[in-house]
C-alpha cells in the first residue's frame, strides 16, 4: 500500500501557521479516499541557498531557525500524519525520498514539481542579485544608464525576475494558499478533514482543563504585533486588532459570564498587558506551553474567536464553532467566497466570518453560541485562579528575546531608552495606532480622536487618556514609545 507526501520548503514558501495548516489538509485529501493513505510530511530549510522572498526583508540564516521553532508545531496536526521530518540540506532530503520512491504515490509528478520550482528560486535569487549589483554601479551615473546598458537589456532582467517570481507564487497559492481543491473535495465528499490532536498533546491539555474545573473554555486569538519589535513585516500591521473593543468584550464577558475561562492564544510577546491582567484571561504560554499547546486548547475549547490569521485557519479545519473577524476582500477571494459571505464554504451553522471587529459582534457570538451563564448546582459562583506557575517565563527576560518589552515585573515593562513605563503606556500607543487604522470614524479635522472617543477611553482607562491628551501637541505617539515603530510588525504565531 502507498503512501502519500508533501514538501514544504522555507526557501520558497513563507513561515506562516496558517499557510502551513492549509497546506497539510490539502496534502492529506489528494488520496484520501483511501482510508490505510497516511501523509509523510517533509520540511526543508537548507541553509546553504536563500530564503523565500515573501519575507526576505526581516528573515535570514541567522534567525531562521526561530520563525521555524514557532511554526513547526502546527504540523503534528495533520489529518493521516504518517511522519514529519525537518532536513536542513535539501540534497539530502531529495535522496532520502528517493529511497523511498516505491512506497509515494505520485512520486515523479511531486518531486518534477518542486525541483522546477527550486531550479525557478535560484534562478530568481541569481538574476535579482546581477540586478542589484549593475543597479548600484550605475547610480552615481545616472545619466550613462541609457549608454551603458541598453533599455531592452534592463527590461529582460527584470522580466525574467518577475517571471519566476510568478511562477513561484502560483505553485504556493495551489500547494498551501487558495481553497478551490479543498471546496471541491467538500462538494464531492460533504464533509473536510479536521486538524487531529495529538495523543501526547491531548494529555497535557486534558490535566490543565482539570484546573478550570467545570467552566467552560474560549481561545480567542487577538492580534497586536505592533508591540513587537522583532517579528516584522510592515505590510499586515492593518490586521492588527482593536485593543479597546476587546478589551470592553472580555472585560463585560467577565461580568456576564463568570463560568468561562478566556484563553489568549499566540505568543506573549505581543499581548497587551491590560488584557493579561484580566482575571478571566490566561496566556498558555506563561504556562510554559507551545503552540501545539495553543493548537490543542483551540480544537478542545467550547468557541474560538479572533482575527483572521493563522490560529483562524486552525479553527476552520475544526468541528469547533467561530467567528473569526478581520477578513479582507483578498482573503475571500482566497477562500473562494463572494463579499457578502459569512461561511467558508464547508463551514457549519455556527462557524462564521465577518470584515469588522468590534465587541457587540464578538459578545453576540458568545450568546448564539454559548448562551447564558451556567454553573453546576453545587456552585454559585466560580472561585478557580491562576495556578502559582503563571508566571513570566525566564527566555522573556534576556536580552535576546523577541519582545521590546523586558518583563520586570506584573504592569511593568523597561524601554531601554526611557526607562521604566506601565501598561498605561502601552496601551496608550495600542489605542493611538487604532485610531489611525480606523481613520474617518474616530478621527476629527486635525488627525486626533473625536470628543466622544476620549469620552469613552476616559471612562475605562482614565490614566491612558490623560496621557493622550498630554501627548495631543505631538500628534505622532511612535516616537513617543521607541523603538516601537509603524514597520516593526509581522508574522509569526
Known sequence: MKSNFGIYDFGLFPFALGDLVT????????????????????VCLDKKSPLNFYQSEYINQENCKNYLDNCIGALNFSPRLGSLRVFYDRLEMLEF??????????????????VNLVKARDTLHKRSQRLSVLLKKLKPHKTLIKKVTPRWALKIIIYSINKSREDIQCNFSRLASNHDDLNKFYFENKFIPYLETPASVKQMIAEVRENFGWRRLVTFHARFRCIDQLYKGGESLERDSDILEWYK??????????????????????????LLDLPNVVCPRLLGLDLSHDIGFLLSSDLFLGVSSGFAACASFSPVPYRITKVSPAARGVYGIGEGDIRLPFGTKEQTIQGHEDSSSLAAALEEVLGVTKFPATHSKPTWQRPSNYVVPKRLLSESSTSMREFINRGLFKNSTQGFYNSDLELAFLLYLSMLGKG?????????????????????FPMVAEILISYKGGGDLSGFLEPISFRNAGSGC
Open 23 to 42: 497546506w497539510t489538509v490539502k496534502t492529506s485529501i489528494t488520496h484520501w479516499s483511501d482510508p490505510k493513505c497516511y501523509s509523510d510530511l517533509y
Open 97 to 114: 525520498i528517493r529511497v523511498r520512491s516505491d512506497s509515494y504515490n505520485d512520486y515523479e509528478t511531486k518531486i518534477n514539481q518542486y
Open 249 to 274: 468584550f472580555l472585560k463585560y464577558s467577565g461580568d456576564t459570564h463568570p463560568d468561562i475561562v478566556f484563553l489568549a492564544l499566540g505568543r506573549a510577546e505581543e499581548k497587551p498587558l491590560c
Open 440 to 460: 474617518g470614524a474616530h478621527v476629527d479635522g486635525r488627525g486626533w480622536f473625536r470628543p466622544e472617543m476620549l469620552t469613552e477611553i476616559r471612562n475605562i
